[in-house]
């Protein structure tokens, strides 16, 4: 089974801080996610990768950096930690397909980030 | 961009009926998922599913994609499948969930 593990299930923060969210999934897949799950909005997509040291914005990029330096970890990176970013952060991954171009078939999920930033 | 509209929105039922959950997107996609977000967060992909029907114990789903809508099927409800059910879709690089169904499978 395809394993996507997230570095904390909960985190408190104080606004400013820097924070590191690490994602690692164990099935050697091209492609990593991570999102961001709000009430009413839904889950939307913050950066991608499809390579290691490859990353691409996804639709609300502003405000995060991503890290690939090796396959199988993806990290999510606030640099200046604010109000608006609390939220839940949810890391997947995925095998690319040649149909489905870069973001592959199906996709794994980790359990989430519960981000509190006060 | 693609538009994903998922009905209902909510959706109470009593243990052991039966549902049926939809998915309408509004353009030609490469790439459809459905996914069950149990009580504590947890997002499982049910199925990748971009055309045809696929079974897999009590739930079932169908994408007809000439007409852009998919249908997830849930047969003799339990309660361990309450939850939130999303449609995702995919094209050009791009994957776009909708807004969720929210289950509630009463006792």
């Known amino acids: 089974d395809v394993k996507v593990t997230q570095s904390s299930r909960y985190l408190v923060k104080r606004t400013g801080e820097k924070v590191f969210l690490e994602c690692v999934q164990d099935m050697d897949h091209e492609n990593m996610f991570w999102y961001r799950q709000d009430p009413g909005l839904g889950l939307r997509l913050i950066y991608f990768?499809?390579?290691?040291?490859?990353?691409e914005k996804g639709d609300i990029p502003e405000g995060y950096s991503v890290s690939r330096e090796k396959k199988e970890r993806f990290s999510l990176i606030l640099e200046s930690a604010s109000t608006n970013q609390t939220s839940m952060y949810l890391c997947a991954s995925s095998l690319s397909g040649e149909v489905t171009g870069r973001h592959g078939e199906t996709q794994y999920f980790g359990p989430g980030t519960r981000l509190l930033v006060l | 961009g693609i538009q994903v509209e998922q009905s209902p929105p909510d959706l109470i039922l009593q243990e052991g009926a039966n549902s049926t959950l939809r998915c309408n997107f509004s353009d030609s996609v490469n790439n459809l998922q459905w996914f069950h977000q149990n009580p504590w967060g947890q997002l499982i992909n049910l199925f990748y599913?971009?055309?045809g029907t696929k079974q897999n114990g009590r739930l079932s789903a169908t994408t007809v994609a000439t007409e852009r809508y998919s249908l997830l099927y849930i047969s003799s409800s339990q309660t361990t499948d309450s939850g939130v059910y999303f449609c995702?879709?995919?094209?050009?690089?791009?994957?776009?969930f909708g807004k969720g169904t929210r289950l509630h499978i009463l006792p």
């Open positions: 995702a879709v995919g094209r050009d690089d791009k994957i776009i």
């Open positions: 990768s499809y390579d290691v040291k490859m990353k």
């Open positions: 599913i971009p055309s």
